[in-house]
């Protein structure tokens, strides 16, 4: 397990240098449209459909330490193509450009997606379900402090090449960040190849895993736990374009104000994961979840009040979207914990590829809604202003999904009090033994 925690925490370093943002940031370079802001969202995510073939490559490979190890090697040498395709002079055009960059981010996602579908299945396996929670927490912070060195990696790089080299192009900071990012990714492995493989588990080699991917969408428990997250997606996808271009293009926040801020969420996030990880495995995961998912909801409300003038309401999306920790560590749990032990990876390849095509598809449809709107001469600022309140009722409506979350042992409304006053008793008979 502590070799799982490095792993994640040099992973999440080399994400915080070479983030969504940074590609986006270098697609605005080259003048990318709303539509190509949303493919750089979205085509991860249709690529990532090919890792339904994973629990059956996994079946008949027979060494899943060996295919998680290469598929992130893999996705660390193709990342560092994001820093040369993004030379001007190397590609005909900036639409070009921008195709390869998007090319390049949709490879690399794809097999790091395959790398995390084999990562869960082996992790299902090396930690025992009853402290699964409270892993999870301690997994979520070392991926919050790693994602906050890469932050602040990636904005002194920023800001030094711009002291050292003030003539050079904007985007080249942007480039060297990705590539040291690749570097780290690399490194990642080493802690994997350190792990014990557990190849002689049943989940090592799984079983009929088309079949399996089947009942994993169309039979409760899971089918409910994919509806939560599509819904979820589906909302996110929406808002995404929107999202991520109005802090550049409206408010005129740079960058490193950007990463600033994410790395603000982060600290955040790495204080509260390991609690929430606790009270998981205390009350279950979904009430857990849907406490994070009403604090999360009110995040786009900030984005509606920001302005250039008062730009600062944008912090406070980044205060609330801290709940995500919660949000994370429950979905992390509960998406093993509803898989069946001894064949959990097909389960959890058709959450990953089932949520992130309805993200996609979303993601784009709204990209394309929102240069329409533009190309209509409708208000920029209404579209945004009715894209953040949409966003906000959307998710609120997903926490429904998750009130019908069978989760054997997860705490109820009904039982708060009886559980309340239990907890009472356990702390004075706890003082009586101290008196």
């Keep these: ?38 493919l750089i969202l979205a085509a991860p995510e249709f690529a990532g459909l090919l890792r339904l073939a994973v629990p059956a490559f996994m079946a008949r490979v027979r060494r899943r330490k060996l ?93 030094l090449w711009g002291k050292v080299l003030p003539t050079s192009a904007s985007w080249q900071p942007l480039a060297a960040s990705a590539a040291v990012g690749a570097l780290f990714i690399v490194a990642a492995v080493v802690p ?62 740079s960058y490193a104000g950007m990463r600033t801020l994410s790395g603000m969420m982060r600290v955040g996030q790495s204080g509260i994961a390991p609690a929430m990880g606790r009270l998981t495995d205390a009350w279950g995961n979904r009430p857990v979840m849907i406490l994070a998912e009403l604090v999360i909801a009110t995040g786009p409300l900030f984005f509606l009040l920001a302005t250039p003038e008062r730009w600062w309401w944008l912090i406070g999306a980044y205060v609330v979207w801290i709940a995500y920790a919660g949000l994370n560590v429950g979905l992390d749990n509960v998406k093993l914990k509803l898989a069946p032990e001894d064949n959990n990876a097909p389960y959890l390849s058709a959450y990953y590829a089932i949520s992130d095509l309805a993200y996609a598809t979303s993601t784009v449809m709204g990209g394309v809604y929102f240069d329409q709107l533009l190309a209509k001469g409708r208000d920029a600022k209404a579209i945004y202003a009715g894209l953040f309140v949409a966003g906000w009722l959307g998710r609120t409506l997903s926490t429904i999904f998750l009130f019908r979350l069978p989760e054997p042992g997860a705490l109820r409304l009904r039982d708060l009090p009886g559980r309340i006053a239990s907890w009472r008793r356990v702390a004075a008979s706890s003082v009586a033994g101290r008196e």
Excluded at 10 to 37: D, Q, R
Aim: positive net charge; contains cysteine.
């Design 1 to 38: 397990m502590a070799l799982a925690y490095l792993n994640a925490g040099l992973w999440s370093v080399g994400n915080g240098l070479v983030s969504t943002t940074l590609i986006i940031y270098l697609a605005l370079e080259h003048k990318a449209s709303g539509l190509a802001i949303s």
């Design 67 to 159: 295919i998680c190890i290469v598929a992130y090697a893999a996705s660390a040498v193709v990342l560092c193509a994001v820093p040369l395709v993004s030379w001007p002079e190397l590609l005909p055009s900036r639409s070009a450009t921008i195709t390869a960059l998007v090319a390049s981010w949709c490879i690399y996602h794809l097999l790091e997606y395959s790398g995390t579908i084999t990562l869960w299945s082996w992790l299902g396996d090396l930690v025992p379900g009853r402290i699964r929670g409270r892993f999870c927490g301690h997994r979520e912070r070392w991926l919050a402090a790693g994602g906050i060195a890469g932050i602040i990696f990636t904005i002194a790089l920023t800001w």
């Design 192 to 253: 994997l190849i350190l792990m014990p493989a557990v190849e002689y588990m049943p989940s090592a080699v799984p079983r009929t895993p088309w079949r399996a991917l089947l009942r994993a969408t169309f039979q409760p428990p899971y089918s409910r736990l994919l509806a939560f997250s599509c819904f979820f997606a589906v909302v996110n996808g929406i808002t995404g374009a929107a999202q991520n271009m109005y802090p550049q293009r409206v408010l005129k926040v």
